[in-house]
């Protein structure tokens, strides 16, 4: 990532303006941030936590792509700081209309929205807006073609270093489709960054990653041997609608047994190996629905940390301002 885009990012003093990317972050900065996050978790049955840090600020939801559990949690995440909460509906939009992004933005930024929480099939769209919005303004990426997916990546290091106490010398295998995943770049660069993990990829033909995104990991031909001795293990959904070509991939059975997260092959993994998905889950093709509910599966933990995380960065972003 060139100097440029974290000059764009983070101000001159440290502060987070727009979070684009984790790559190039600061790691004590990163790790304050998950810090400030857990100060939002409740136990469940209780009541959310509320902070009145973007009291009279805007955030529009801009997802030009589908998504319930990303644009939910940064709704409610959101509310939860007490900011007036837009929530573009795409179809209706005048982008569908054949408004340009552009056009769209500077419209809403003249009602006075603070924070754009942007996702988009486009490579380099977030970016592309965080250089035309004034000042005052930040743009959080909430996925970004298959690039990158920051918030994702802070959720899943948080839920890692809930259940091993560290971000560092872990054994972590990522299985599925991660040429396509941002979910798994954002996993890299941070745990890349927080410190010397052993990141092991394993894909079927047809989607595996350009091992450029990910110096120093490895990539696996056999998911059992990937699996050996692990850490943690994450399992990634298919992503259909950014395969262009589907005829050399293996069908859903073939998938299940050679690459799909069973009881078996999480035995392989470490005893207190954790299980995680960063969903939509497709039970029985990636992952069977024992191991999803099983013991070892932190799959809704993500979830709650997602909102957590969320709501530190908003209020990381109002910190820039
Ligand atoms: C992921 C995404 O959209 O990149 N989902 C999510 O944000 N939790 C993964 C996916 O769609 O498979």
Redesign the pocket.
């Known amino acids: 990532m060139g100097n440029d885009k974290q000059t764009l990012q983070v101000t001159a003093d440290g502060k987070l303006k727009h979070l684009l990317t984790l790559e190039g972050l600061d790691k004590s900065f990163v790790s304050g941030l998950l810090d400030h996050a857990t100060t939002y978790l409740r136990h469940a049955g209780t009541l959310p936590a509320r902070d009145f840090g973007l009291q009279g600020r805007t955030v529009a939801n801009l997802f030009f792509e589908p998504?319930t559990?990303?644009r939910a949690s940064f709704e409610l995440a959101a509310k939860r700081m007490s900011a007036d909460v837009l929530n573009l509906d795409v179809n209706s939009s005048s982008r569908a209309k054949g408004e340009s992004l552009l056009d769209t933005i500077h419209t809403l930024q003249a009602m006075q929205v603070d924070v754009f929480v942007v996702r988009d099939a486009g490579d380099g769209i977030p970016e592309f807006i965080a250089r035309s919005v004034q000042p005052h303004v930040s743009v959080l990426n909430a996925?970004e073609a298959a690039v990158s997916?920051p918030t994702?990546g802070l959720l899943d290091m948080l839920t890692i270093r809930q259940h091993k106490n560290r971000l560092d010398g872990l054994k972590v295998t990522i299985i599925g489709d991660i040429g396509h995943s941002?979910?798994a770049s954002s996993l890299y660069h941070g745990l890349h960054l927080m410190g010397d993990n052993e990141i092991r990829l394993v894909a079927p033909p047809g989607m595996q990653p350009d091992m450029g995104r990910f110096p120093g990991a490895t990539l696996y031909e056999d998911a059992d041997e990937a699996v050996s001795g692990a850490d943690v293990l994450v399992a990634?959904?298919i992503?259909r609608e950014r395969i262009d070509d589907p005829s050399g991939i293996p069908s859903e059975d073939e998938y299940m047994v050679r690459y799909g997260l069973n009881a078996e092959r999480v035995a392989l993994a470490a005893d207190d190996a954790i299980v995680m998905h960063?969903?939509?889950m497709n039970r029985g093709t990636e992952i069977t629905g024992d191991v999803a509910d099983g013991p070892q599966s932190v799959i809704t933990q993500q979830v709650t940390n997602g909102l957590a995380v969320r709501m530190a960065v908003l209020s990381a972003a109002m910190e820039s301002r």
Do not use: C, E, F, I
Request: charged share 20%; net charge positive; proline share 14%.
């Open positions: 998504s559990r990303t996925g997916h994702q941002r979910v990634l959904r992503q960063p969903g939509p």
